[in-house]
């Protein structure tokens, strides 16, 4: 007798998904709460990011892109503009992409390829902010984006390490 089809999109899948949006949404908003950091403006440590490492390294690239597609949008229906949604999306999924094609690459640990996310998502914002603004001189702020994003997207990278080290597979079947 033939065996059934596996389905891809089984009921535990779509609730492991469901719980990863969550917890992305919950860090979004806790880290809204925490009172700019007025030395660089526009500067965030990127809580949600551990989220999508998570699902990059325990469920693969689609849902990690479709947890932080859907967290931005999300996030900016209950708490933002169309203007945030913009910028998120900017940043938001260059950064995912990069991160996509790094993991997929084999060559680099996942604190590297949190890094490369944290360095991404300015890059994709300050373009957004670039053609937005139509001007170019937004360019010299990248600089110290790139150094933050480097800080946080470590930072990141540490506390993603733990989470996909200490999660058991058997959690993401």
């Known amino acids: 007798m ?6 891809r999109f089984s009921a535990k899948k ?3 998904f469901g719980l990863l949006v969550a917890l992305a949404l919950i860090f979004s908003y806790a ?6 950091f007025f030395a660089v403006p526009g500067m965030k440590i990127g809580l949600t990011n551990v989220v999508v490492l998570t699902a990059l390294y325990k469920m693969g ?3 990690a892109m479709g947890v932080n ?3 931005i949008f999300l996030v900016g229906l209950l708490f933002g503009n169309p203007f945030s949604v913009v910028y998120s999306l900017s940043g938001g999924m260059l950064s995912t992409v990069v991160m996509i094609l790094l993991r997929k690459s084999g060559r680099f640990r996942l604190i590297t390829v949190s890094v490369a996310g944290g360095v991404f998502h300015n890059v994709g914002q300050i373009a957004a902010a670039a053609v937005i603004m139509q001007t170019a001189q937004l360019g010299w702020y990248m600089v110290v984006l790139w150094f933050t994003g ?3 997207g470590a ?3 540490v506390l993603g390490y733990e989470m996909v080290r200490r ?3 058997a959690l993401f079947e």
Do not use: V, Y
């Not at 033939?2 to 389905?7: D, L, M, V």
């Open 31 to 36: 880290e809204s709460q925490i009172p700019p």
């Open 2 to 7: 033939k065996q059934p089809a596996k389905n």
């Open 61 to 63: 690239s689609g849902p």
């Open 155 to 157: 930072l990141i990278g």
């Open 14 to 16: 779509a609730a492991r």
């Open 150 to 152: 480097m800080l946080t």
């Open 69 to 71: 597609l859907l967290r």
């Open 167 to 169: 999660l058991p597979d």
